[in-house]
């Protein structure tokens, strides 16, 4: 109990620092947003519109900045997060909920897989430490060092330009409406392939030599020599005692990585043109739009939050100590 109520304390403590931050960070750059979305439509907008905009953003008569903290929070608990500028003052909750699916569909999904080839194949390697398995590491280095743009640069040029075999961006079709039907589940698929597969590639070898590393570490630890010595299988040996030790540090950046699921790969969404929550921020980064930046800080902060809390969950699990450590 003492374990949870700390972990809870500490997570409480960060959500606010983090909804905080979210708070004074957009107005700690230069402009406004009213000004930017005026540069951007020079000409369309009337001066009676400027007004209700300045009126409908609190910039007519701006408030004490300790009152707007109180009036951000209050918007919060009500869950509203105001009008995005740079989408026809649309609410930003839409906003970011009509991009968020595309993002954790195909970044979530390429992560995931991405993990449990990696942690298996890193075991492997690890465990037949010393054989030809090994020839796998200089792979995996090779690949943890290419940047994501590189290698979506790459696969677009073979097969999407060369070969013809896939989209080079985009989401869908031109001319297709989403629907759940399976014809446009297979298009978003096609689509997705390129940009789900380049993912899975450049973070392969992270996980594979992790894996790899940690498995070598806890083979040499002494319960290891000891559950050989008790003629338990090999199997046995590799995934109760080893895997199940070597994996926790893994654990954690999974955990970090399921967290960044949802700010997405702003290059690899840029390079795709793909419609996800990372082209998104940099939009309303450089319209200075503070309600979708507030709104998508705010959404990646919890997420990266809950992945850690997860985590932490699983680590207990899977490593009782921890608990014993905190009681």
């Given amino acids: 109990m003492r374990f949870l109520l700390r972990r809870l304390a500490f997570y409480a403590f960060t959500a606010w620092a983090a909804i905080t931050i979210n ?31 300045k009126t409908l953003f609190g910039m007519d008569n701006p408030k004490p900045l300790w009152q707007q903290y109180l009036d951000y929070w209050a918007l919060l608990f009500k869950g509203d997060l105001g009008r995005s500028f740079s989408r026809g003052l649309a609410p930003v909750s839409e906003v970011i909920s009509s991009a968020l699916p595309w993002t954790i569909g195909l970044v979530g999904i390429a992560t ?45 040029a073979i097969f999407a330009s060369r070969l ?12 297709s409406a989403p629907a759940w039907d399976w014809g ?19 973070s392969l070898g992270g996980w594979i030599l992790g894996m790899r590393n940690m498995m070598v570490t806890v083979l040499d630890e002494d319960y290891i020599t000891v559950a050989e ?6 199997r046995r040996v590799l995934m109760r005692y080893a895997a199940r030790n070597a994996v926790l540090p893994q654990i954690q950046s999974f955990a970090l990585s399921l967290g960044f699921i949802v700010g997405g790969t702003l290059v690899m969404e840029l390079v795709f043109s793909y419609p996800g929550v990372g082209k998104l921020l940099l939009d309303a980064t450089n319209s200075k739009d503070y ?20 985590a932490d969950a699983a680590y207990a699990v899977l490593d009782p100590r921890t608990r014993q450590m905190e009681a």
């Fill in 23 to 53: 708070f004074f960070l957009p107005r700690m750059m230069k402009g406004d947003p009213i000004s930017a979305y005026l540069a951007k439509n020079q000409g369309k907008v009337s001066p009676d519109a400027i007004e209700s905009l």
């Fill in 112 to 156: 995931v897989l991405s993990f449990l080839i990696g942690t298996l194949v890193g075991s492997y390697i690890g465990w037949k430490r010393g054989s030809k398995a090994d020839a796998v590491v200089p792979i995996a280095t090779f690949f943890s060092t290419v940047p994501y743009f590189w290698m979506g640069l790459i696969v677009i």
């Fill in 164 to 175: 013809g075999w896939f989209p080079a961006s985009h989401a869908y079709g031109k001319g």
């Fill in 184 to 202: 446009f589940i297979v298009e978003v698929i096609h689509h997705g392939f390129l940009p789900a597969a380049t993912i899975v590639l450049a």
């Fill in 229 to 234: 010595a008790k003629g338990l299988t090999p």
């Fill in 291 to 310: 309600p979708l930046m507030q709104g998508l800080f705010l959404v990646i902060s919890l997420a990266v939050l809950v992945a850690n809390i997860l």
